[in-house]
T-cell receptor, first 115, second 113 residues
Framework: DTGVSQNPRHKITKRGQNVTFRCDPISEHNRLYWYRQTLGQGPEFLTYFQNEAQLEKSRLLSDRFSAERPKGSFSTLEIQRTEQGDSAMYLC?????????????FGPGTRLTVL | AQSVTQLGSHVSVSEGALVLLRCNYSSSVPPYLFWYVQYPNQGLQLLLKYTTGATLVKGINGFEAEFKKSETSFHLTKPSAHMSDAAEYFCAVSANSGYALNFGKGTSLLVTP
């Protein structure tokens, strides 16, 4: 168990560019979540997957955002035509529905800065 | 819908003093409640959780919280603060196991010598 990993840890981009983040969950975990955390705020839910199926999307997830989990393992979050308001920490978490812990395990996050 | 309110965005305590971080929740179903801690530039770490059963739950690092349905509260306490407890603390609620978490805005705990 190596924990949840996210890459890159930091991303600086110019407004209008596209960016993609990757999350690798704990290996046996079948659920994977994306959250966004802006400065001084708590994390806000964006979307989650069970295996490869995207089960829920927040209204925060605009059309410029897309997430995939093609083989039910790692996931990618893409932001198209980035805006300064997209600057935030993007957190990934994973969860095992057959486990007893009821705990979502969080990765270290990807910090996005849009100039 | 589920939501939490954390009272006090900043709390300062002296080393060795009682820590009390407040969380009130709103939920249309029996809630699952969590406290997470976040150190600078790191992800979130679970301190403790309440799902069902005993209303006083104990977590890591000497923290505990009590679920009070009548007060819709889930306050976090620790008898004696350590310098290493300085961090951001988040209360969260979900409707069921494995559902999306709804977080509060967080409370920044400062521990002074």
């Amino acid at each position: 168990d190596t924990g949840v990993s996210q890459n890159p840890r930091h991303k600086i981009t110019k407004r209008g560019q596209n960016v993609t983040f990757r999350c690798d969950p704990i290996s046996e975990h079948n659920r994977l979540y994306w959250y966004r955390q802006t400065l001084g705020q708590g994390p806000e839910f964006l979307t989650y997957f069970q295996n490869e199926a995207q089960l829920e999307k927040s209204r925060l997830l605009s059309d410029r955002f897309s997430a995939e989990r093609p083989k039910g393992s790692f996931s990618t979050l893409e932001i198209q035509r980035t805006e300064q308001g997209d600057s935030a920490m993007y957190l990934c978490a994973s969860f095992w529905t057959s486990g007893a812990s009821n705990e979502q395990f969080f990765g270290p996050g990807t910090r996005l800065t849009v100039l | 819908a589920q939501s939490v309110t954390q009272l006090g965005s900043h709390v300062s305590v002296s080393e060795g003093a009682l820590v009390l971080l407040r969380c009130n929740y709103s939920s249309s179903v029996p809630p699952y409640l969590f406290w997470y801690v976040q150190y600078p530039n790191q992800g979130l770490q679970l301190l403790l959780k309440y799902t069902t059963g005993a209303t006083l739950v104990k977590g890591i690092n000497g923290f505990e919280a009590e679920f009070k349905k009548s007060e819709t509260s889930f306050h976090l306490t620790k008898p004696s603060a350590h310098m290493s407890d300085a961090a951001e603390y988040f209360c969260a609620v979900s409707a069921n196991s494995g559902y999306a978490l709804n977080f509060g805005k967080g409370t920044s705990l400062l521990v002074t010598p």
